[in-house]
């Protein structure tokens, strides 16, 4: 992994994967993002619904196929995320699982490029090798129900600890608020945002203390 400039900003990209505009996970990104700015680094967001992502992975764009290729969207992607130091996925679990279009964004974006043998060696050259990774996510369900149904853990293992090997990361943390249906009383919002806060600050305090240990200096 190449060295950074002298002066440098960390950077965080937050993947938001929700169709309506304003909701909880819509607050959740809105309050990392200030928070991440609050501290002088810098944030930008991915609203998959909103820019109409499209989720279904081409077949030239399956490793190891004739005449793979990255298509022109996922190309535009990476350039807009390339160079990011923290990438955040926020979504709502439906079903047990994380959105289709979160889903795709792995497939096609996070994941391109990578083959079954890169993930087995750990051997993946992707944007997010040696970066970290953090989930948001939220359910209409309680976390102590979910946490009976194991629910919580296979999300940690499936879209946490296994994307942190299988792209060669370097942290994984997640966070999750359950109970979170609409008409939510405004207490109750506000003090998940105040723990989204002080979790991205956290965040924000180790990338300058590593950087800072590299000898690299935030602009």
Known sequence: MSRQPAFYKP??????????????????ADAYCEAVRACGQEAIVRDLY????????????RPGRPGFSLSHDVEAEHDAIRGSDVFV???PIWFGMPPAMMKGYIDRVLGAGVTPQDVQHRAALTLMKGRRLVSITSSGASKRWLNQQDQMESLRNVLGRYLLHAFAMKDYQDLHFGET???????????????????ARSICAAVAAERAAL???AT
Do not use: C, W
Not at 52 to 59: A, C, E, I, T, Y
Not at 181 to 199: A, H, K, S, T, W
């Open 11 to 28: 950077r965080h990209v937050v993947i938001l994967a929700h169709p309506i505009a304003g909701s909880f996970n819509g607050l959740v």
């Open 50 to 61: 909103a820019m109409g992502f499209d989720p279904v992975l081409k077949d030239h764009e």
């Open 89 to 91: 996925l926020v979504y």
């Open 181 to 199: 249906v609409e008409g939510l009383e405004q207490d109750y919002v506000d003090q998940n945002i105040g723990v989204v806060d002080e979790r």
């Open 215 to 217: 000898g690299e200096t």
